[in-house]
């Protein structure tokens, strides 16, 4: 599992590998910028993966699994780039059930 990463501080974008996080090899650390995740944030983030890894597992028998992940939009750098969304898109009318009978 290969995990994108942007960092906030210089923007670069750079991805992590989910085992070698896990196993403690690689550090969740910007290789540009040296910027790194407080150390309990980390610890925390690297146990979820490794729980989030272990159900996929789990799953396989069933299902194979390929996830995107998205932050969720941040609060804190509400920088100079506007975001311009496409109201037609957003704007979708809703499928109401057919009166039939
Ligand atoms: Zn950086």
């Known amino acids: 599992m ?3 990463l942007t960092c906030q501080k210089c923007e670069a974008s750079f991805e992590l590998n989910a085992q ?9 650390q910007c290789p540009q910028c040296a ?4 150390a309990d944030l980390a610890r925390a983030f ?3 993966l490794t729980e989030f890894r272990a159900q996929v597992a789990a799953l396989d028998r069933k299902f194979l699994l390929s996830v995107t992940f998205e932050s969720p939009p941040s609060r804190s750098s ?3 780039t506007p975001r311009t969304t496409t109201s037609a898109e ?3 009318p809703l499928r109401r059930p057919h009166p039939s009978a």
């Open 2 to 4: 290969i995990i994108d």
């Open 90 to 92: 957003a704007r979708r």
């Open 46 to 48: 690297v146990a979820a």
């Open 20 to 28: 070698a996080l896990i196993d403690g090899t690689e550090p969740l």
């Open 35 to 38: 910027a790194r995740a407080p």
């Open 78 to 80: 509400t920088t100079s």
